[in-house]
C-alpha cells in the first residue's frame, strides 16, 4: 500500500512537530520511516511554571523552579519530545540543541551543515519544515526575526546545499522530493490538502498532554485538539484532520481523487454530517 517514503520533520521546539504528528502515524503505520529534528531543546519557550513563579514576591517563590539549571529543563522538553514522536512510531529524534528566543540563522551558519549532513544521511523524500512565511493576510516572507521562520530558512540552506556534489565527500548529493508545511502558520484558504487523522486523535490528545512543561493538562489537551483538529476536520468532511501548504506545484502524472472526495457523489448530507461527528451523535 505505501510507498517506503521516508519523512523528515525539521522544527524550532519540540512542540512544532506536533502539528504534523497524526500524519506521521498514518505514514509509520504503513511502513514509512520518520525522523524528527528539533533545532534547540526550547529551553526559553513556553516555560509557564518559572513565568507564573516570577509573578509572585521574591519571598514566596520557590528557588527550585527560579534556578533551574538550564541543562536539566532541556533534558525535560527533550524527554517529552521523545515520549510523544514514539507515540507515533517515531524513534529517531534528534536535539541540535541551539539556543532558542532567538535562535537566530545568521549567528550559527553551522545549523544548515548539521542539517545537510542529516538530509544526506536520511535521504528524505518529504520534509516537513517550519513555514519561512509569516502567517497573515499577505503571507509575506518575514522580515522578522522568529525561531520558526528561522529554522525554515536554515532548512532551506540545507536542502539547497544537499542538491549539490561536493568535493572529497565521497557522498552522493539529495534532492528532497516535497515539503509541506503545516497549515497552522497559514490561513485556511492557503491549505493546499488535509490529511484525515481520526484515528490517531486520541494519540494526538496524549502527545498534547505529555507536554507538561509547558503547562499542558489532560483537559487542555483535549480541548486543544478537538478544537483545532476538529475545525480542520470538519471543513473536509471528517472529525480530525491536519493541513498542510506545498512548497511548489507538483507535477502529477494523472489525476487520481482520493476515497473522501469519491464517495461524496453518492453520499447523502446526513451521511456527511455523520463523517464529521464520527457517527456518535443521537
Ligand atoms: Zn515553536
Request: with cysteine.
Amino acid at each position: 500500500m505505501g510507498q517506503n517514503l521516508r519523512f523528515l520533520g525539521i522544527v524550532a521546539h519540540p512542540h512544532d512537530f506536533t502539528h504534523f504528528a497524526g500524519t506521521l502515524g498514518v505514514q509509520t503505520a504503513l511502513g514509512d520511516t520518520a525522523t524528527v529534528v528539533s533545532m534547540t531543546a526550547g529551553v526559553g519557550t513556553h516555560n509557564e511554571k518559572l513565568a507564573t513563579e516570577l509573578m509572585k514576591p521574591p519571598s514566596e517563590q520557590d528557588p527550585a523552579i527560579i534556578n533551574q539549571p538550564a541543562e536539566e529543563r532541556a533534558e525535560e522538553k527533550i524527554d517529552e519530545l521523545r515520549r510523544a514522536c514514539a507515540i507515533f512510531g517515531v524513534t529517531d529524534v534528534r536535539v541540535l540543541g541551539y539556543p532558542d528566543k532567538p535562535f537566530v540563522f545568521e549567528r550559527h551558519p553551522d545549523a544548515a551543515e548539521k542539517l545537510r549532513e542529516i538530509i544526506l544521511e536520511v535521504r528524505p523524500h518529504v520534509i516537513f519544515s517550519q513555514s519561512p512565511y509569516l502567517k497573515g493576510p499577505h503571507g509575506h516572507k518575514s522580515g522578522v526575526q522568529n525561531d520558526h521562520t528561522e529554522t525554515a530558512n536554515a532548512t532551506e540552506m540545507a536542502k539547497s546545499i544537499s542538491t549539490l556534489p561536493r568535493l572529497g565527500s565521497g557522498q552522493a548529493p539529495h534532492t528532497v522530493a516535497a515539503t509541506y508545511f503545516p497549515g497552522v502558520y497559514f490561513e485556511h484558504e492557503e491549505w493546499d490538502f488535509t490529511v484525515d487523522v481520526s484515528e490517531w486523535f486520541e494519540q494526538r490528545v496524549e502527545a498534547e498532554a505529555t507536554y507538561v512543561s509547558q503547562g499542558h493538562t489532560q483537559g487542555y489537551a483535549r480541548r486543544r485538539m478537538t478544537l483545532v483538529l476538529g475545525n480542520i476536520g470538519s471543513s473536509v468532511g471528517t472529525m480530525y484532520a491536519e493541513a498542510f501548504v506545498r512548497d511548489k506545484v507538483e507535477l502529477l502524472s494523472n489525476i487520481t481523487l482520493p476515497e473522501s472526495l469519491l464517495k461524496l457523489e453518492t453520499q447523502t448530507k446526513l451521511e456527511q454530517i455523520e463523517a464529521i461527528t464520527g457517527g456518535g451523535n443521537p
